[in-house]
Nanobody, 118 residues
């Protein structure tokens, strides 16, 4: 079974960029969908972006045009490129397996903190 671990978070100024990484271990990475979720203080987790095994992507309206999800099967890694960051993007970001039916699978990890502030 595939295990996923997030990294790459940090502090960035408004308008800046960060790239998050989701490193996989185990077998089967090339045939699973992966989603990025985030949870801001006092709020529920929300879907940010997903990518299918074939590379089809979907985004939350709040990040369209600013974030890009991609995958590198050779490196068994999924990325989230985050541009034009806003303070509202501040949250803990998680990557998880996503089924073809849009449901998450597996346990939630520790996440990686993204803070957008001047």
């Amino acid at each position: 079974q595939v295990q996923l671990v997030e990294s790459g978070g940090g502090l960035v100024q408004p308008g800046g960029s960060l790239r998050l990484s989701c490193a996989a271990s185990g077998s089967g990475f090339s045939i699973i969908g992966v989603g990025w979720y985030r949870q801001a203080p006092g709020k529920e987790r929300e879907l940010v972006a997903t990518i299918t095994p074939g590379g089809i992507t979907n985004y939350a309206d709040s990040v369209k045009g600013r974030f890009t999800i991609s995958r590198d099967n050779a490196k068994i890694t999924v990325y989230l490129q985050m541009n034009s960051l806003k303070p509202v993007d501040t949250a803990v970001y998680y990557c998880v397996e996503v089924s073809p039916f849009g449901r998450t699978r597996g346990s939630w990890g520790q996440g990686t903190q993204v803070t957008v502030s001047s």
